[in-house]
């Protein structure tokens, strides 16, 4: 039960960073990898707001959202933008994210070092015990959180008109245009929400497992696994399948070995994807 | 209402569309015909803002509109019905016909006495209204794409191929619901293949070949003329001797 409790803490986050993958690829068609580093400048935001001006943990949260939101602003508008209106938009925009992801950690390391530095929070200490599981409430936090966000993020598509047009555009992006949904628009909302919540996640893993400059990198490899788990495009198979690695790395860690734990990742995408190669949670497609 | 004068248009290298103008007054029905890759679509993809021009000019109700994004064209009342429908398939018909609003920033209710409105047109869409738009049949896609239309309150109608891949007697329903349309004073804009169906339903016609506008004329002169009878008509001449 420990175990399985602890997955489905990091699990979430997956869940959540897969999200706000999908959300973006979907939206701009871009592999957005520097979303790694979204996640990472989240955390030294709150870094930053928690250790250096002595705020609350809370208002580290608030400002990681707002830096990683910022700086998805601006890739949009400097760069994504740009890039998809070249010849081959995919290929110019995976080099792209690419060249963002190494040049925002290289300035990070610059600017702050490569040390390793924890995230103060005062959930970190406190520890709960319920039922038999103990877990710190920063875990706990980090997976309810993680769930809230994910859970507005559908509300906010399936009930609202900006969220009724994100989907009319991840649907058919003709028909978007035809009825007047403005794509730049859109980009632009898909990256502010997408990267907000990058930012979030960077937060909530800072304090347990530390801030530094390519911290973004794990987490990112893990939200493309699980996106590529779930077949690419189900945002609810994205969700389980998230929940799934989580608990797969946890028992990994915890009956096998603690050293190979970003390796059970991969051995449970291998192994997920020679049982269904078409993506754990798809049914076959009719395709008109 | 509509005034294309002399436009230029086309992708990467090859030019599509060289020189062509047309007009369409308030209230009128107009057809464009044309065979495949006559550039027909790239022509009305012009007007509604998805295809940037290269030369001449366009102008709706006196203003210009070229260079306008799609978004702002549908907001003055030109609407596209593009080919192929580009529905939302895994959006309800009623949230396809939501989006047909979005240009229009109005109230939730509003836009539900709107959509009544248009399943007064098509009574076959009232029970379907919460079924997915990709799993309705062909003619009732049809029937939700020019609804959606309609939703934007269009003044001028476009519509590209709406009778494609239907059968004959959907093909007849579709041209009459837009021989409806264009009695409520919409103007309509109609590019088909099936000349037939067209002519019966406009006062005025235009041949687009390879790019230019090779015939033009009333319904009646379109349907009269030879040219027009043994390429789009399929009505073949007797030889004369």
Redesign the interface.
Same mark, same amino acid.
């Not at chain 1, 003709?174 to 403005?182: D, N």
């Given at each position: 039960m420990q175990v399985l409790a602890n997955g489905l803490a990091l699990g979430a986050i997956y869940a959540l960073v897969a999200s706000c993958l999908l959300l973006i690829f979907g939206i701009l068609e871009i592999p957005d990898f520097a979303l790694g580093g979204r996640i990472m400048v989240g955390g030294y935001a709150g870094y930053f707001v928690a250790e250096n001006l002595g705020l609350h943990y809370w208002i580290a949260v608030v400002a990681a959202a707002l830096a990683a939101g910022l700086l998805g602003v601006v890739s949009e508008l400097a760069v994504y933008r740009w890039l998809r209106n070249t010849p081959r938009p995919l290929l110019s925009g995976f080099i792209g994210a690419l060249v963002l992801l190494t040049a925002t950690e290289i300035t990070v390391q610059l600017l702050f070092t490569a040390d390793f530095r924890k995230l103060p929070s005062p959930y970190e200490s406190q520890i709960l015990d319920f039922a038999g599981i103990r877990m710190t409430e920063q875990r706990l936090l980090a997976g309810v959180v993680a769930l809230v966000l994910i859970a507005a993020l559908h509300a906010y598509l399936r009930g609202t !008109?900006g969220g !009724? *047009?994100m !989907? *009319?555009t991840l649907?058919?992006r003709?028909? *978007?245009? &035809?009825?007047? &949904?403005?794509p730049a628009k859109t980009a632009l909302i898909a990256m502010l929400l997408g990267s907000c919540m990058a930012g979030v996640a960077g937060a909530l893993l800072g304090p347990m497992y530390l801030v530094y400059p390519t911290m973004g990198d794990a987490i990112l490899i893990k939200g493309l696994i699980v996106i590529v788990l779930a077949g690419m495009r189900s945002s609810l198979g994205a969700i389980s399948a998230a929940l799934l690695l989580g608990i797969a790395e946890s028992f990994g860690a915890s009956y096998l070995s603690v050293g190979f734990s970003d390796a059970y990742a991969f051995i449970f995408l291998i192994i997920a994807l020679m049982v269904r190669p078409n993506g754990l949670f798809t049914k076959s497609v009719l395709v008109? | 209402m509509l005034e294309v004068s002399d436009i230029t248009a086309g992708y990467g290298n090859s030019t599509v569309l060289t020189g062509v103008s047309l007009s369409i007054e308030r209230g009128e029905a107009v057809t464009v015909l044309g065979a495949n890759g006559a550039g027909k679509s790239t022509l009305i993809q012009a007007i509604a803002g998805l295809t940037p021009i290269r030369g001449g000019e366009i102008r709706f109700e006196g203003e210009r509109i070229h260079g306008l994004s799609a978004a702002r064209i549908v907001r003055r009342g030109l609407v596209l019905c593009p080919e192929g429908r580009h529905l939302f398939p895994q959006m309800s018909v009623r949230e396809n016909l939501m989006l047909g609003a979005y240009s229009h920033k109005i109230r939730r209710s509003a836009i539900a006495a709107q959509i009544d409105e248009v399943l007064e047109i098509f009574p076959a869409l009232k029970e379907k209204r919460t079924v997915y738009a990709g799993s309705l049949s062909g003619g009732e896609q049809q029937m939700v794409a020019i609804g959606r239309a309609l939703m934007a309150k269009p003044r001028l109608l476009l519509l590209d191929e709406p009778s494609l891949g239907l059968a004959p007697l959907l093909v007849q329903t579709v041209m009459r619901v837009v021989g409806e349309i264009n009695q409520r004073g919409i103007a309509i804009g109609l590019v088909e293949q099936n000349a037939a169906a067209a002519l019966e339903l406009v006062s005025r016609g235009y041949v687009l070949e390879a790019g230019s506008v090779v015939i033009q004329g009333s319904a009646q002169e379109l349907s009269s003329d030879d040219r027009v009878r043994a390429a789009y008509l399929g009505v073949v001449e007797q030889a004369a001797d």
């Open positions: !008109r !009724r *047009a !989907r *009319a649907e058919d003709r028909g *978007a245009e &035809i009825v007047g &949904i403005s008109r | -």
